[in-house]
């Protein structure tokens, strides 16, 4: 570089000082630039559907030098997902009545698609999605696990959600419901009734292993799930503040245009619950 070579053969220590100082400045402030348009463009790649890896193979630079050079915005958010790990989202299934093959809910693939933007949002790479079949078995002890599947489909599920003091599904002769176990009060999906709306159950739950904890999500039917996802996607910062990264529990409504049948609201039917606390948020108004 030229101007580096004119500072290079300046002969007075002083003036070799002055000018690299100088320099120095433009320089820093050129970095500066180049690292924000940078940031920026794998910031608009990745809400494009790209993940790191692929702008990295893409642009012919390494995923570690990327990472390293702070080019992704790692939200403190993450951490209701995950502590760095890749998310793995595992989503239940149902049989399809003439082949007999498990297929996905379409509720459940929007749900996957929300969580996954919501993910990459804070900076998390959304690794792989797993399809939970007959009997229901699933690994609980990882980090990033995110997980959509209703009790009715996985007995270790309903096991698991067992252990949570304040909220809970429960299935009687009309059928599934969820339940405040503080206070009695008993929610059943207006779906049931006609009404195009469903109940979910959102938390955040302890790993078996109790080396970290797990996302779950789950309507009384499979729209509720999606209405989940939509609720965290949306309030995912202001979740953050009330509970960090710690055990917590709550039910969204959401419903859904009858025409379209599109989400169109996804709202708190009742408190955010952490153990040891009082409510952290209260129904909207």
Not at 122 to 141: F, K, M, Q, R, W
Not at 192 to 209: E, M, N, Q
Request: aromatic share 6%.
């Amino acid at each position: 570089m030229h101007e580096l070579r004119k500072i290079k053969e300046t002969a007075d220590p002083l003036e070799r000082v002055r000018l690299a100082t100088e320099a120095l400045a433009e320089y820093q402030e050129a970095i500066s630039d180049l690292g924000r348009i940078r940031r920026d463009a794998v910031e608009y790649l990745r809400s494009q559907g790209m993940t790191l890896t692929e702008i990295a193979d893409r642009a012919g630079v390494s995923r570690a030098r990327l990472s390293q050079l702070g080019t992704t915005r790692r939200a403190v958010e993450r951490a209701l997902f995950s502590e760095g790990a890749p998310i793995t989202i595992a989503v239940d299934t149902k049989q399809e009545s003439e082949s007999g093959r498990p297929v996905v809910h379409q509720e459940h693939t929007a749900a996957i698609e929300i969580i996954t933007r919501t993910a990459r949002k804070v900076g998390l790479e959304a690794g792989s999605v797993e399809y939970i079949t007959p009997p229901g078995i699933i690994d609980l002890n990882r980090d990033g696990l995110v997980v959509v599947c209703g009790p009715r489909r996985s007995p270790l599920i309903a096991q698991v959600l067992a252990a949570d003091e304040r909220y809970g599904f429960e299935k009687d002769e009309q059928g599934w419901l969820l339940v405040d176990k503080a206070t009695g009060r008993e929610y059943r999906s207006p779906e049931d009734s006609g009404k195009p709306g469903d109940y979910a159950y959102l938390g955040r739950l302890p790993r078996p292993d109790g080396r970290g904890h797990w996302l779950y999500m789950a309507g009384i039917h499979a729209p509720g799930g999606q209405g989940a996802a939509m609720y965290l996607e949306r309030e995912l910062a202001d979740l953050y503040r009330n509970v960090r990264a710690g055990r917590w529990s709550c039910l969204i409504e959401c419903e859904w245009d009858p025409e379209s049948l599109g989400l169109v609201r996804a709202e708190l039917l009742a408190p955010i619950h952490q153990p040891g606390r009082s409510s952290a948020r209260q129904r909207r108004k």
